[in-house]
């Protein structure tokens, strides 16, 4: 396993937490809400972990239903128990395309970028679509400090299939490697509606790019005082991070 640096794991933490927050609280307010009225129903992941275990029940050896079973435990962010469920389909099917999808994404998730690499490169060699997992490897790429190659996944899925995240990804790629007119480039169609999530890539973007003052000004306009103020700490420290590590945070 490649930890994290302390600095680096503390600050993914941190905004993990000050980002959290008011998203938490709202979830609890409205679960709150909803007992009020009926009974809480399990949500779709849940429902999805719930068939494929039922069907794994059935057959305990199926590599499918256990790829299944991984990718639902993904869902619920049971990464052990979709490590063990890719880690048997693997032992009954070395050569298993999807098998070899999900361990790249429990390793993305544990934060083993370098395992993370080399099982995508081994699920390609097996036949996985790169669509499948382009926008992910483009994120492994930023992680290990390949941003060339991580703009490259990036485009090359955008080329065929827009999505608003991997746009989001390409532009703080091109923030870290420096590019900031290719990073205001990246985001200005989504900016242009009115997409809150590209205004915080944004402001994470003249962070990293160095712009901290305009970094916390948009933050300021972003959040709630409380929460920009707790944010602003972090956003002074991303230009003295190296570029694995501002991809990390």
Known sequence: ????????????????????VPAASQEADRAATSREVVQSLPTPEVGRLRDALQRLARSPDSVEALVEAGQASLGVSDLEAALGFFGRALELSPQSAGAKLGMASVYLRSRRPLDALTMYAEAEQAGAATDAFLADLGLVQDLVGKNDLAQQSYRTLLATKPDDETRRR???????????AGFEAALLPLLQQRDMAAYRARSFGLAILGDTRQAAALANQLMPPDLASRLTPYLDYMPRLTKAQQAAA
Do not use: E, N, Y
Not at 1 to 20: D, E, H, K, N
Not at 170 to 180: F, T
């Open 1 to 20: 396993m490649m930890p994290l640096p302390v600095s680096v794991r503390a600050i993914s933490l941190g905004l993990a937490t000050v980002l959290a």
């Open 170 to 180: 390409l532009a703080i790629s091109l923030a870290i490697s420096g590019d900031r």
